[in-house]
Structure formats: structure tokens, C-alpha cells
């Protein structure tokens, strides 16, 4: 019951910034984390940054120090600022939500539906 909806890809030239958006909506018993994941073509579906309920971030070695993922609760809004893209980062961007929907809930994830990124040259 919880809906994520992704905004802000684009079209990039090499050494150009984005900062993609996660809106929600719907309730949940409780978050554990929220992340932003991407799938190349030909490729797996892989974690490029993730930030806990708690604040803490981790981020892919290919990202590190380019994007920077954080957090607006009260706009209920997760972002992905990218900066110094790189063509290997073209990719279908997926955001995520790891939750409980109820006390008696396991954790489950919640994905919208992408948004994609496309850097050139």
C-alpha cells in the first residue's frame, strides 16, 4: 500500500549533475531503510545508494563521493543528487522502500517504477 514515484532523469552530457526525487505515499507500520537501486541494460539490478531510518548511508564503491543520497520527512521525499555522471551511470533508476506493514509484518520492499538516466559522450 505504499507508492513511490520517481522524478528528476534525464538527459546528461558526461560531468553534469541530476538529483532524482522518491515521493510517497500510503502508511506503513514502520521504515527500516530507503534506497535507490539502477539496472543497465543486459545487467542485474544493483544498490547505488541506501539510507536507514536512522540516517546512516552506504553507497556502491562505483558512486562513492559522486552521489549523495538523504532524506526530507517532511515532505516524505527520498533524493539522489548526482554529480560528475559518468556514462557508465546510464541506467534505469528504481527507488525503494523497506517496511513493515504491520507490527505482525515482516520487512517487505516497496519500488516505483524508474526513471531513466542517460548520460552522453
Known amino acids: 500500500q505504499v507508492q513511490l514515484v520517481e522524478s528528476g532523469g534525464g538527459l546528461v552530457q558526461a560531468g553534469g549533475s541530476l538529483r532524482l526525487s522518491c515521493a510517497a505515499s500510503?502508511?506503513?507500520?514502520?521504515?527500516?531503510?530507503n534506497g535507490w537501486y539502477r539496472q543497465a541494460p543486459g545487467k542485474q539490478r544493483e544498490l547505488v545508494a541506501r539510507?536507514?531510518?536512522?540516517?546512516?548511508?552506504i553507497y556502491a564503491d562505483s558512486v562513492k563521493g559522486r552521489f549523495t543520497i538523504s532524506r526530507d520527512n517532511a515532505k516524505n521525499t527520498v533524493y539522489l543528487q548526482m554529480n560528475s555522471l559518468k556514462p557508465e551511470d546510464t541506467a534505469v533508476y528504481y527507488c525503494?522502500?523497506?517496511?513493515?506493514?504491520?507490527?505482525?509484518?515482516?520487512?517487505?520492499?516497496?519500488w516505483g517504477q524508474g526513471t531513466q538516466v542517460t548520460v552522453s559522450s
Open positions: 500510503g502508511s506503513t507500520f514502520s521504515v527500516n531503510a
Open positions: 539510507i536507514s531510518s536512522a540516517g546512516s548511508t
Open positions: 525503494n522502500c523497506n517496511a513493515r506493514r504491520s507490527y505482525y509484518s515482516a520487512n517487505s520492499d516497496y
